[in-house]
């Protein structure tokens, strides 16, 4: 399993989180091994396969629950407004295009229905190269987080030096935030970046991380009450199984 799943997990378990979304999905390599009640999934190009999606079925039946959006971000936040309101959200994970503009319109978007307690994970926040730091590769998401620390002094952000930098945004006072214009941002290059890696990005180490996930408040006994539910419907359907077949045209 991925070092972003397994982190994605730990908080999914620790806020006992009933809604995630994952904006860019791909083949579903994270999607489909993430663990929780109710996920979304929003991708133009979901690479899904219909065998991969019913394997997923047995191996993780979370999965039986899954709405899957063959769409963009921005149409998929325009077209469900009333729905995301209603649900609210608990845990994001923003790994779609991956330009400054575009993931700063995805975290953006995400706050309008981002729980009090919810968290927003970015993917792909730290190029450690000015190769990876192409468009196609990571691109110029970094951008995104120093955008939102200088403008933005009602979120606490770190990125976790973790596979290629995991941003963690959540409600709340900073410590520490930047004074940096978007234009200024707009034209910083990789060099800027190489050399001020850990002062933009608030780097921290997996330490840092454990004692935060602690901190995290978890949902209320509502929801406590919605996982014995869910828990009890997923251990149904397996002591029947045939029952699992009803499902299989959920999307
Ligand atoms: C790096 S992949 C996602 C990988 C996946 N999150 C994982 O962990 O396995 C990026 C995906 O973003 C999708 N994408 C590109 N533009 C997008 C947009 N505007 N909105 C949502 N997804 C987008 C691409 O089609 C691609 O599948």
Redesign the pocket.
């Known amino acids: 399993m991925k070092d ?1 799943t397994l982190l994605i997990q730990k908080v999914i378990n620790q806020l006992k989180a009933d809604y995630y979304l ?6 579903g ?2 999607i489909l091994n993430v663990i929780c009640p109710r996920k979304l999934g ?4 979901v690479r899904i396969t219909p065998r991969k999606k019913i394997f997923s079925y047995f191996k993780n039946p979370s999965n039986l629950f899954n709405r899957l959006y063959p769409c ?3 149409k998929f936040f325009e077209n469900n407004e009333n729905f995301l309101k209603k649900i609210g959200l608990d845990v994001v ?1 923003i ?3 991956h330009t400054y503009d ?1 993931s700063l319109r995805d975290v953006l978007n995400t706050l309008k229905f981002l729980n009090d307690n919810g968290i927003i994970i970015m ?1 792909d926040v730290n190029p450690i190269s000015k190769r990876s730091a192409q468009f196609g590769r990571l691109g110029d998401t970094w951008k995104t987080i120093i955008h939102l620390r200088s403008k933005h002094n009602d979120l606490k952000i770190f990125v976790l030096e973790c596979e290629t930098g995991i941003g963690i945004i959540t409600k709340g006072k900073p410590k520490n935030t930047l004074k940096l214009d978007p234009s200024e941002i707009k034209k910083l290059t990789y060099e800027d970046l190489r050399r001020n890696r850990k002062e933009y990005l608030n780097l921290r180490d997996s330490d840092y991380f454990f004692k935060f996930l602690k901190s995290l408040r978890s949902n209320t006994q509502i929801t406590l009450f919605s996982k014995i539910l869910y828990d009890f419907i997923l251990k149904t359907l397996f002591r029947f199984k045939p029952l699992l077949y009803l499902y299989k045209t959920i999307p």
Not at 22 to 27: A, K, L, S, T, V
Not at 42 to 45: A, E, L, N
């Open positions: 972003r994952e904006i860019g999905i791909n083949y390599i994270n929003v991708d133009p190009r963009t971000s921005d994970f790994d779609g295009l575009q993917h």
